[in-house]
């Protein structure tokens, strides 16, 4: 399991580090920031409330 991880955390890290390495996405993203963390907002909210509103069973 923890390699498992370390190898999604890797390919993630890596996978951001190439994507903003390159030129045009770097003047891309500026101005689209704001609708990419919108996006990431609203996915954190409704990750979250199914959290909240789920029951444990036992």
Do not use: C, D, K
Not at 9 to 30: C, K, Q
Not at 39 to 58: D, K
């Amino acid at each position: 399991m923890i390699a498992a991880i370390g190898l999604q955390s890797t390919l993630i890290s890596g996978g951001n580090a190439w994507l903003f390495s390159n030129s045009r996405m770097a003047r891309v993203y500026p101005r689209l920031r704001r609708w990419f963390e919108g996006a990431v907002a609203v996915l954190f909210a409704v990750a979250g409330r199914r959290v909240l509103t789920s029951r444990l069973t036992t």
